[in-house]
């Protein structure tokens, strides 16, 4: 074998190994590894970026569901939407089923946590008792929820009338339709993310709970000083993804309300597939979809930026 002090010797010019691009180099190194990885790849590209790059080329078009003309309309399809009154309304029933969702939904696994954690015995059996919900599939769930808000007969109403008070119209009211699907998307991913709460809380040191514990410290002050300082940081990154599911919702309000009453539950995914699958609008579904991807990838930069930080703090 030649090296390279051998090359010198025979007066063979070798090229700067700094000349050689790191990709290439890259690409030499793990050339087998990359062609096993090479059908993984294709088939990501075709199901995930070609729709991405294709729902852009659409939303810049004139296409129908039922085969448009394919011209070329520039901001057209934008321009329609955003004078589009529902627009308004889905974007501000979507931030509000976030902020619902956070008010409702975000303490409520870190507070099973941290019961599950203090408890002495049983911990499996509630650890599966709060996960199963996620277990069901989730048209299962909605249509368990659907019964148990039904006005006349429903489980809810009939629990409520035994304690004397009336039929509440849960999902046929614009007052309460939107909350009554926040309960239900709380209902059902609740579990998975207390299991995310419960393996951060198992990584707290027990000698911080003894020293708490020595100096006095009863059950609140250990959890305000002791324990959500250590989780402070798994709980801001469900924070972020917490907002970025809201911000998706679409199987709740589809199936139970189908955007009413009112209007009062029409979110931005129900939005887009109104205008592709009722009104046959391509375009404007396309539209509508690059904006929310634009929003969504905001908050995922948002995300990763977070969690850079932490993990360059050691969190």
Same mark, same amino acid.
């Given at each position: ?89 889905? #974007?501000? *029933?979507?931030?509000?089923?976030? =902020?619902?969702? $956070?008010?409702?939904?975000?303490? &409520? /696994?870190?507070? +099973? ?73 709380? #209902?059902? *991913?609740?579990?998975?993310?207390? =299991?995310?709460? $419960?393996?951060?809380?198992?990584? &707290? /040191?027990?000698? +911080? ?84 991807? $634009? ?21």
């Amino acid at each position: 074998m030649i090296t390279v002090k051998h090359r010198k010797l025979l007066g063979i010019q070798t090229p700067p190994a700094s000349r050689v691009h790191p990709l290439v180099r890259f690409a030499r190194r793990h050339t087998s590894g990359l062609l096993f990885l090479l059908p993984a790849l294709l088939l990501f590209a075709f199901f995930v970026w070609y729709p991405i790059i294709y729902g852009f080329v659409l939303s810049f078009q004139d296409n129908s569901l039922f085969g448009g003309s394919g011209s070329w309309v520039g901001l057209g399809n934008f321009r329609r939407i955003f004078a589009d009154p529902l627009f308004t309304v889905a #974007w501000g *029933n979507t931030l509000k089923f976030a =902020l619902y969702g $956070l008010l409702f939904g975000y303490a &409520i /696994p870190v507070v +099973l946590a941290l019961a599950i954690n203090e408890v002495r015995y049983g911990k499996a059996y509630f650890r599966l008792a709060f996960y199963l919900p996620v277990i069901i599939p989730p048209l299962v769930t909605v249509f368990l929820w659907g019964y148990m808000y039904t006005p006349d007969g429903g489980l809810l109403n009939g629990l409520l009338g035994q304690i004397g008070i009336g039929n509440q119209p849960w999902l046929q009211s614009p007052n309460s339709a939107l909350q009554s699907l926040v309960v239900v998307t709380t #209902w059902a *991913n609740a579990g998975g993310t207390m =299991l995310i709460y $419960l393996a951060a809380l198992q990584s &707290i /040191p027990a000698e +911080l709970y003894e020293a708490a514990e020595l100096d006095g410290a009863g059950i609140a002050r250990r959890v305000w000083h002791v324990v959500l300082p250590q989780i402070r940081g798994v709980m801001l990154i469900m924070l972020i993804l917490q907002i970025i599911a809201t911000f998706q919702i679409f199987t709740e309000p589809f199936t139970l309300t189908s955007g009413g009453p009112v209007n009062s539950t029409t979110t931005i995914m129900l939005l887009i597939y109104y205008y592709a699958f009722q009104n046959a609008d391509l375009g404007a579904a396309s539209a509508l979809s690059v904006i929310l991807f $634009l929003v969504l990838v905001t908050l995922s930069l948002g995300y990763f930026g977070v969690t850079r930080r932490l993990w360059a703090a050691g969190e």
